[in-house]
């Protein structure tokens, strides 16, 4: 198996089945998968839920291949994942060289990241889909002996070919060679506080905090998990600190899935995640991942940092660094 493909539904009317708009999404869909279908073999497994095989069916049907449906494939509520069913099911496809699998919500946060551990000997980061979306695992990517994929180093990020890894961000073109120079200097085996929500902005102030990264941009990922790699060259990542899920878990999301890809990528995994009411004073923290406008007093965010790490004030104080990187 070359790719194993996990998408969810289509969005569906109040009888439960594939409503006029859940079938233009999963038509979409398949458009991004007809390449694949002249790679080699193609198999669509689907839930029985009706929604999901009318969902399949579309793929199938642009796909020229007919879904199988399986029960273990159903989950929602009172109807609990079945991983280890299903990945026995995946091995008895194992000959197809893509494999994709029509299912709900719970199989979408769960599948991608057990099966990646359990068949793949790695790790793949946490996503939450939308109706009509899909995750797809490169079941073929290179895996070293200790288990972990390839790792980002500041060898590799400065060796030949580094003027390359540049990115496009809210302020300019920003050197990734400059810019990690920069970071070690500022964090000098230290914390390094990395926000993946709005703007690239960078502070060189605050109790445990020394440099902090903020962007939501999705090309700068690659880039923010090079510094990252850096950092945990001289410094393991050990804890990382999150928002408090029901208060931004609409946006907050995405940002999480990002992270935890670039800390996956990384091959860094045993990481503490812990939410952002707990922290304490004196406790060290590696990582932040914080919603946008939590520099806006009154923002309890806001209130949180300031209180805890000294962080507040004027954020265009944050901006140094990654200005003293843009290409010119």
């Not at 009706?50 to 009172?78: F, K, N």
């Not at 599948?111 to 793949?124: C, I």
């Not at 961000?169 to 506080?193: D, F, M």
């Amino acid at each position: 198996m070359k790719r194993l493909i996990i998408a969810r539904h289509g969005e569906y009317d109040h009888e439960m089945n594939l409503s006029t708009y859940g079938k233009e999404q999963m038509r979409k869909l398949a458009q991004t998968l007809i390449p694949y279908a002249t790679e080699g073999t193609l198999c669509v497994l689907s839930s029985t839920a009706p929604r999901a095989i009318q969902s399949a069916e579309v793929l199938g049907q642009a796909l020229h291949t007919e879904p199988e449906t399986y029960e273990s494939l159903w989950s929602e509520t009172d109807r609990p994942t079945q991983l280890n069913a299903v990945l026995a099911l995946i091995g008895e496809h194992e000959n197809c060289d893509t494999l994709i699998i029509v299912t709900h919500l719970e199989y979408t946060e769960e599948l991608p990241q057990y099966f990646a551990r359990e068949v793949l000997g790695t790790s793949h980061p946490f996503v939450s889909l939308k109706k009509g979306e899909m995750v797809e695992i490169n079941c073929q990517t290179p895996v070293n002996e200790s288990g972990e994929g390839n790792r980002v180093t500041i060898d590799t990020l400065l060796g030949d070919g580094a003027e390359e890894h540049s990115y496009e961000t809210g302020i300019g073109r920003v050197s990734a060679e400059n810019y990690v120079r920069q970071l070690k200097e500022y964090a000098n085996e230290r914390l390094l506080g990395v926000y993946l929500f709005g703007s690239v902005v960078t502070q060189g102030y605050g109790r445990d905090l020394d440099i902090v990264v903020e962007t939501s941009d999705d090309v700068f990922l690659q880039f923010a998990s090079q510094c990252i790699g850096t950092l945990d060259g001289f410094h393991p990542i050990e804890k990382v600190l999150l928002p408090e899920y029901s208060m931004y878990w609409d946006y907050y999301s995405p940002a999480l899935a990002r992270l935890q890809y670039a800390l996956s990528a990384l091959g860094i995994s045993d990481v503490q995640m812990s939410e952002l009411a707990t922290i304490v004073p004196e406790e060290k923290v590696d990582i932040v991942c914080l919603p946008v406008g939590w520099n806006k007093k009154g923002n309890h965010v806001y209130n949180l940092l300031e209180e805890n790490f000294g962080l507040g004030g004027d954020s265009k104080l944050l901006t140094n660094i990654a200005h003293s990187c843009v290409k010119t």
